[in-house]
């Protein structure tokens, strides 16, 4: 594997789940496999479990690390060709990618969407220069659009609890009182379309999620009426996408608290387990009681983000 950006960079989804529940068992079963390799960790933004569980994921297979802020000592990047760089950006990505890449064997990325321009975040305009420049295989550790190594991780939580051979699963939106990216409910919905379980999407109109991650998922506007039953609740917030109104995009349309998951809520589902990736804002998302239960995999979900780390990057390491 030399990209892990989709659910189909995985390849088949039943062979993936087998290989994480291998190394959860013996995470260190491949720790030949790193030997004098290393892996550059590279964060546009802020992080705590994907900067942690990423940097687990390599040790565990023997490699070395580097991880670079690129906002906190490095040079402060242009991302632009053709800018006349007078300002206070002293070094181009251009040049930067390739001396970064020089330093490793593989490249993770975290840049998020800046709400700019729809169309530069939709096509990936950061991630898709370390693609196209580094020469080196490239993971995704969230993208403007997408955060593959979390839906991994959530798709082997749902298979670890799962009580039913095809759970209901539910993405439901929440409040929140800043204008947050769609990329984790964009790769939430591609993995769940793909993986064998009953998945509906919730959120208040004008929050429509892009055709090409939500697919033919089943959308109901009622949230109580998409709880009914559910075995799996997942929580998250995101901005407007801006697909039936692009001038909307990145907005923040709605802070109705009626949608926050409270016990009322968890009551009309099949006793379901509350999942949010993380961080979360409790009282806008999640109430107290209802993250505090013992039915909240937040934790466990998040362990699991070493195990979907350590696949991927063995993957990519076999790819060398
Ligand atoms: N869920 C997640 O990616 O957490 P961080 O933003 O802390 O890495």
Redesign the pocket.
């Known amino acids: 594997m030399r990209i892990f950006q989709n659910v189909q960079d995985l390849g088949d989804l039943r062979t993936a789940l087998n290989e994480a529940f291998e190394i959860k068992k013996d995470r260190f079963k491949y720790q030949d496999l790193g030997r004098n390799k290393t892996a550059l960790l590279i964060f546009f ?9 990423t940097q687990k994921a390599a040790l565990n297979l023997g490699m070395n690390v580097i991880v670079l802020d690129v906002n906190q000592g490095a040079w402060k990047l242009e991302t632009e060709r053709g800018v006349v760089m007078d300002g206070d950006k002293s070094e181009h990505l251009l040049e930067a990618i390739p001396v970064m890449a020089s330093y490793c064997d593989i490249i993770g990325v ?1 840049s998020f969407a800046t709400f700019e321009s729809r169309k530069d975040d939709y096509e990936e305009k950061i991630l898709n220069q370390f693609i196209r420049y580094s020469g080196k295989p490239v993971f995704f ?2 993208s403007a659009t997408v ?1 593959p ?2 839906s991994f991780a959530d798709l082997i939580t749902i298979e670890e609890y799962k009580r039913t051979e095809r759970p209901k699963v539910v993405l439901t939106w929440a409040p929140h009182p800043k204008a947050l990216p769609q990329a ?1 409910p964009n790769s939430f919905v591609q993995w769940m379309n793909a993986a064998d379980v009953d998945f509906v999407v919730t959120h208040p109109e004008g929050y429509e999620l892009d055709p090409q991650f939500v697919g033919n998922a089943h959308v109901e506007y009622d949230q109580m009426k998409a709880f009914e039953g559910a075995d799996f609740i997942y929580a998250k917030n995101w901005s407007c996408p801006g697909v039936t109104r692009p001038e909307d995009y990145g907005k923040v349309l709605s802070k109705d608290m009626s949608w926050t998951v409270d016990t009322a809520h968890m009551a009309v589902t099949n006793n379901a387990y509350f999942m949010h ?3 979360v804002r409790r009282n806008m998302i999640v109430t107290d009681d209802v993250i505090e239960a013992p039915t909240s995999l937040v934790i466990p979900e ?1 362990a699991n ?1 070493e195990i979907s780390a350590t696949v991927v990057l063995k993957r990519m390491l076999q790819a060398l």
């Open positions: 933004n802020n992080s705590l479990r994907t900067r942690l569980s975290r550790m969230e955060h190594l979390q984790v990736c993380l961080p998040a983000r």
